[in-house]
């Protein structure tokens, strides 16, 4: 088999006339996390079916270690561990009878890896399916997807129902998980989360790939925002002088201002020292602004700067 996990060439899928995805081009690398992000509807899970072989593409080609997902459907489910984003669960069953079921379909069962996964999660498995909530429902699919120590994983908003302690665990579960050679797909809107764990990301709006680049440089073009409590009011210029700042709002009597931030912060930070700060708040860093930058309409949206380099569409 060849050594690439994911590759997609002008993949396109329509349901009749209503478009699908159209034209989908981008690789995912051996032992890398990739992220795939846009909002519900742009055609995350349209793309996972089709490599899973759920669904026949209109036109183009997916494959995974080189098998048609099509074609080679079957193949191609031996090799991977997959989460979907609308998972269904038999809820007579428990946890433990589900898992068993599903490990049924594999060469190999690894139930000592099954149960350590349960035990990290902090999921009963004697518990019956219909009596799980809605979190611990998650955490029994996240189980079934990496228990059978497939070398893809194609998690469809992994996620999602889990607390925020939990999500935090899962997330360091996967860069163990990367760290033992795994490739990961992890589809999300989620920009936080992506952000945190991926290598590179993919954007996908309205069925068409936007940009596929590393998080690193999509840091580069986000914003961040800054809100600054003034005991004195200040020139909103002094803030919208310096490159990469703009103001986005100043309230009434100009002690409060919202700053749009992008770059280095040190020039900004030099002129707030000399400024009556009460108090200052700066948002961490996220994907969300260059989410927003592909989303918004046209005429909602700012212009990037001229200082700053248009993102480059390409796949590696």
């Known amino acids: 088999m060849e050594n690439v996990p994911v590759k997609v060439e002008r993949l396109t899928r329509y349901y009749g006339k209503r478009r699908g995805v159209a034209d989908l081009t981008f690789e995912v690398q051996e032992g890398e996390i990739f992220g795939f992000l846009g909002p519900n509807g742009a055609g995350k899970t349209t793309t996972i079916r089709q490599l899973m072989g759920l669904m026949r593409p209109t036109s183009g080609s997916a494959s995974v270690f080189g098998l048609d997902c099509w074609k080679d459907a079957t193949r191609v489910k031996e090799e991977v561990g997959f989460l979907p984003g609308d998972i269904r669960l038999y809820e007579k069953m428990t946890g433990e009878e589900l898992l068993e079921f599903f490990g049924a379909f594999r060469r190999v069962q690894h139930k000592r890896y099954r149960s350590e996964l349960a035990e990290r999660l902090g999921l009963d498995l004697d518990t019956r399916i219909k009596h799980m909530s809605k979190g611990n429902r998650q955490k029994l699919a996240v189980v079934q997807a990496l228990m059978h120590d497939a070398p893809l994983l194609i998690l469809d908003e992994p996620s999602s129902?889990?607390?925020?302690?939990?999500?935090?665990?899962?997330?360091?579960?996967?860069?163990?998980?990367?760290?033992?050679?795994?490739?990961?797909?992890?589809?999300?809107?989620?920009?936080?989360?992506?952000?945190?764990?991926?290598?590179?990301v993919a954007i996908i709006r309205e069925g068409s790939l936007v940009a596929v680049e590393e998080v690193a440089r999509l840091k580069q073009l986000r914003e961040r925002r800054m809100e600054v409590a003034l005991h004195a009011p200040v020139p909103s210029e002094r803030f919208s002088a310096l490159d990469g700042v703009r103001v986005v709002s100043v309230a009434p009597g100009g002690k409060h201002v919202a700053l749009a931030v992008r770059g280095k912060l040190g020039p900004l930070l030099r002129v707030l020292s000399d400024m009556p700060i009460d108090d200052l708040t700066f948002a961490p860093p996220d994907l969300e602004s260059v989410f927003l930058h592909y989303y918004e309409g046209d005429e909602k949206r700012e212009r990037p700067s001229e200082a700053q380099p248009p993102l480059e569409v390409r796949s590696r």
């Not at 302690?165 to 997330?171: D, R």
């Not at 996967?174 to 992506?194: C, M, N």
């Open 161 to 200: 129902g889990l607390d925020p302690l939990m999500q935090v665990e899962f997330i360091e579960l996967l860069r163990e998980e990367q760290a033992r050679g795994k490739t990961i797909f992890l589809s999300s809107h989620q920009l936080p989360e992506v952000e945190r764990i991926a290598h590179r």
